[in-house]
RNA sequence: AGGCACGUAGCUCAGGGGGAGAGCGCUACCUUGACGCGGUAGAAGUCGGCGGUUCGAAACCGCCCGUGCCUACCA
């Protein structure tokens, strides 16, 4: 590999692995936890282990990367923890499936033997993900990466338990909760997802006993009615009060239930009468549970009738709700049936409909816990950025339900409890016990329920750290930083390792949670496999670039809105990957002589290019350092673009080619060399964070002091740099360049032309300047001979410009169009009138003048003076045109 | 039903009480010794609508329309 020489465009490919196999080997990744530096510390949000990277995973991770990059190269002790989670429905899906294309059936196989298989699946496909976050570029300590599963992680879930029940904050009942007859198991009300379905509403006609009377009740679920065991209505309900402490007769099974009265009832809905299902509905378990209701469970685990169905029993729910309505509609007990728009439930992870069922599981008490994490948040001991998301935060956790941990799956943390077959004692404990607590048998059998998932995700950031242990990691690295996540996981993560942390750890387990957007695609819709609307972001990496796809990420995450990601954008960034390396090429062919600078260079010796551009960077820096300390991560990528792009290439690199390019100078061409080398490396390494690759191999191939950029430090802000005066003198260059250009481009002059130009500058000063600096415009606007005219000496025949202090004339040629000079000044005139018009309003406006600060005044009053100046003299060059003849005749 | 965002150039999006911005796209010209994944110039927007506050509103407030999301739940 030759080390100077770049080819002409920047080929990933060919960068990417070599330079994180780079970082690995150097171990730069690790943290240290006997270091001196200050901790700075982030916990990955573990990705499933059935996972393959998605859009979100890789906005998510790119953000972590950017904040950890950028902190590791501002010298605080890094740690990125990374990881992966176990998945307990997803995962056991996943296996399922697999089994069931080999013909296996997981009861078949045997509880032991399909977490056998699991683990080798999880061994055989589970490093997937993690492949893909390294692809991505991510910098974390793999060194230290955990899995939910691992034997730390299951201890610290068992003494999580252990001390919540002891403390009375599990316990176990039978309650309703939601089920999925697919997956045939519990869910907590977080992991049902609501849709809107059209369906239809029922009225049915339920007779009263002893009499030809009905009471009529509506339900969208008939089949539930086979578990009626009350119909209630309001007491204050005119309609039904006498009927109130009746009995009427449940079709069908022509079993006896009451009417009673509960305020629950709403009176507008439907008839005014409500059948009560306990089993099989929240709110009617709640008005069986005030109302000492027998809870009759119709539906199985499997979604079938079950034996107290009578003649429906063994039937799937949805075939028996027809054949309720067939057998009512026979009957002529069917008053009506409506179209009605509502919310069905589904599981999140197979889509099922969801089956409210009465069930004994395990529940976490969670008003308790949620207090705590609630007044951490308040006391801004943690911060949640951007703020708006707090209130979501206070919202759910001041409505908090009780959390069902239990899940009758057989993939994950099984439940430390022991039933004694003889008294039937529960026994919770951190141990396998070998006998009964209460009357010492040694039969045992262990609870088969495993728990939620996300009670183990609840204790990553102190479980990864080695608790229960009393470890160094947990010493120096809790609490966490910064949390950066998607909001969709608040509640399910966020909200509950707040619960844990301060409850276990008596403190928050981070100091920001960064809360970023959704990733979604053009039209502003989730992406889903099933919609098929998917960006596979390793395609995306593949195809333009993994610093280029990174770039994108960080560009649109603006705070507190959605992502719709474009591929054009995409593209937009691998040119600017393009145009760094190619900026790059240039300065390494124009450095190889560069001889050094051994002695101290006097800022004001330097030449203006010099200056400015040490200014404008120095601003920069600024800039991108406060947009990531505040997680504003598009603004510290459109300062870093605007700066290399339209700063440093487009100006400074074509100010400084006739210095590099000449050899009168020596002396002046080595400090320029110098301060172009200074200023590339610096931009590569505020860009490092977001662009990790190609910063890497180009500052590997420049003079550098160091190791590897990734670990140099980041430039630091010096406001003692701000370089006033370069700005001001460098704003009239650039701007009698772009009135040079304009009138080249608005006369259709050719571009490789060279020009002769007369300025006209009223004022010595500015004149002195544009003296000085005369190189730089003939230079950039491609002059042939600059010359400075006083205003009797206007040429009468020229394409004019106006500037603020001066004015430029372009002789005009033979062949130029005296019509197009005219039009364009015209354009010119009608702007200036146009503006001066809004000026003129304001000032003749009292109150504008009395109550405007008076500079706001003072400024708009300059603006006039200038535009009345530009508007006669752009008149002037006008008047003259039109003197010289018909601007449509020969000439034009 | 309640809540929260968002509506700015053809597209994707920044910005935010006193001069409407970027990227892509578009038009014209250009093999200028880093880059055509480039350069230079240009066209293009009643900043969703209507009111209000203010000397001044695209920005702040209210209402409306449109879009999206979240939460809750209606048997």
């Avoid at 610290?156 to 001390?163: L, N, S, T, W």
């Avoid at 010492?440 to 609870?447: A, S």
């Avoid at 390019?661 to 931009?683: C, N, S, W």
Wanted: aromatic content about 10%.
């Amino acid at each position: 590999m030759d080390a100077k020489i770049l080819s002409k465009a920047y080929d990933p490919r060919a960068v990417e692995d070599k330079w994180y196999a780079f970082w690995m080997e150097r171990g730069y990744f690790k943290a240290d936890t006997h270091s001196t530096k200050i901790p700075y510390s982030i916990v990955i949000p573990p990705p499933n282990i059935t996972g393959s990277l998605h859009m979100g995973h890789a906005l998510n991770n790119t953000l972590q990367d950017i904040v950890i990059r950028f902190k590791r190269m501002q010298g605080f002790n890094t740690l990125w923890m990374p990881g992966t989670d176990h998945a307990g429905i997803a995962t056991q899906n996943v296996v399922e499936k697999k089994l069931s294309e080999e013909g296996i059936d997981r009861h078949g196989l045997g509880r032991e033997k399909f977490i056998e298989r699991v683990w080798q699946w999880k061994e055989q496909y589970g490093g997937v993900i993690t492949k893909q976050l390294k692809k991505l570029g991510a910098s974390c300590d793999w060194s230290r990466e955990r899995f939910t599963m691992d034997e730390g992680l299951s201890e610290a879930v068992r003494e999580v338990f252990v001390r919540l029940y002891q403390e009375d904050l599990i316990y176990k009942g039978n309650y309703i909760i939601n089920w999925c007859p697919r997956c045939r198991t519990a869910l907590s009300e977080l992991e049902v997802e609501y849709e809107e379905e059209s369906g239809k509403l029922y009225h049915l006609a339920y007779p009263l006993k002893g009499g030809e009377r009905s009471v009529t009740v509506v339900t969208t679920r008939p089949e539930t009615m086979l578990g009626d065991t009350a119909v209630a209505v309001h007491p204050q309900d005119d309609r039904y009060h006498k009927l109130i402490g009746e009995r009427v007769i449940l079709p069908v099974l022509h079993r006896e239930i009451p009417i009673i009265a509960d305020e629950y009832v709403d009176t507008d809905f439907g008839s005014g009468a409500l059948k009560v299902t306990p089993a099989h509905d929240v709110n009617d378990f709640e008005i069986g549970l005030a109302h000492g209701l027998e809870m009759v469970k119709v539906i199985d685990e499997d979604g079938k009738m079950t034996r107290e169905a009578g003649p429906y029993r063994g039937m799937d729910r949805f075939e028996c709700r027809k054949r309720v309505i067939g057998d009512f509609e026979r009957d002529g007990t069917l008053l009506k049936v409506d179209s009605y728009r509502h919310n069905v439930g589904h599981c999140y992870r197979c889509k099922t409909i969801i089956e409210p069922t009465l069930s004994k599981q395990w529940f976490v008490r969670t008003k308790p816990l949620a207090e705590a994490a609630i007044q951490a948040v308040k006391d801004g001991r943690t911060k949640i950025v951007p703020p708006v998301w707090e209130k979501t935060y206070f919202e759910w956790m001041n409505n908090i339900r009780d959390w069902c941990i239990s899940r009758q799956i057989w993939w994950g943390h099984r439940i430390p409890a022991w039933y004694c077959e003889e008294c039937d004692e529960t026994i919770v404990s951190r141990e396998e016990p070998h006998s009964c607590t209460r009357c010492g048998k040694r039969e045992l059998r262990q609870e088969a329920d495993v728990l939620d998932t996300w009670f183990s995700s609840a204790l990553w950031p102190f479980s990864t750290l080695g608790w229960p242990e009393e470890t160094e990691e947990l010493k120096v690295f809790y609490p966490t930083s910064v949390l950066v996540t998607g909001f969709d996981i608040l509640f399910f993560w966020v909200a509950r390792m707040m619960m844990m942390g301060v409850r276990f750890m008596g403190n928050v387990p981070f100091r920001d949670v960064y809360i970023h957007a959704l990733v979604r695609d053009i039209q502003g819709r989730k992406m889903s496999k099933s919609r098929g609307n998917v960006i596979d972001p390793v395609m995306v990496m593949e195809e333009y670039g993994t610093d280029a796809f990174r770039f994108t990420l960080a560009a649109f995450a603006a705070q507190g809105r959605d992502i719709c990601l474009s591929e054009e954008r995409i593209e937009g960034y691998r040119h600017f990957a393009n145009k760094i390396w190619n900026a790059s090429r240039f300065s390494l062919s124009t450095l190889a002589d560069f001889p050094g600078i051994t002695h101290e260079i006097d800022l004001h010796e330097m030449s203006l290019a010099n200056r400015w551009i040490l200014s404008r960077f120095n601003e920069t820096v600024r800039e991108v350092t406060a947009a990531l300390e505040e997680y504003r991560f598009n603004e510290g990528a459109q300062a870093i673009y605007h700066f290399i792009w339209h700063e440093f290439c487009d100006w400074f690199l074509e100010l400084i080619k006739p210095v590099l390019y000449g050899k009168d100078d020596p002396q002046e061409r080595a400090v320029t060399q110098y301060v172009l080398i200074r200023v590339l490396d610096g931009a590569l390494r505020v860009l490092h964070p977001f662009m990790p690759f190609i910063t890497e191999e180009i500052w590997q191939r420049l003079p550098h002091e160091g190791k590897a950029i990734m670990i140099a430090d980041f430039p630091q802000y010096n406001a003692g740099l701000k370089d006033e005066e370069a700005l001001v003198d460098m704003d009239l260059v650039m701007r009698t360049i772009w009135g040079i250009r304009n009138i080249r481009g608005e006369m259709d002059i050719a571009p490789h032309k060279r020009l002769d130009v007369s300025l006209l500058a009223e004022r010595a000063e500015v004149r002195d300047r544009l003296e000085q600096y005369r190189t730089y415009i003939t230079h950039l606007a491609r002059i042939n001979s600059l010359s400075f005219i006083t205003s009797g000496e206007k040429p009468r025949d020229a394409a004019t410009t106006v500037l603020g202090d001066v004015e430029i004339f372009i002789p005009m040629a033979k062949d130029m169009h005296l019509g197009g000079e005219v039009r364009r000044l015209e354009k010119e005139v009608q702007k200036v009138h146009k503006e001066l018009e809004i000026a003129d309003r304001k000032l003749s406006n009292d109150e504008f003048i009395s109550k405007a600060p008076a500079e706001i005044v003072e400024k708009v009053k300059a603006k006039k003076d200038a535009l009345l100046i530009r508007d006669r003299k752009l008149t002037e060059s006008l008047g003259k045109i039109l003197e010289i003849g018909d601007p449509d005749g020969p000439g034009a």
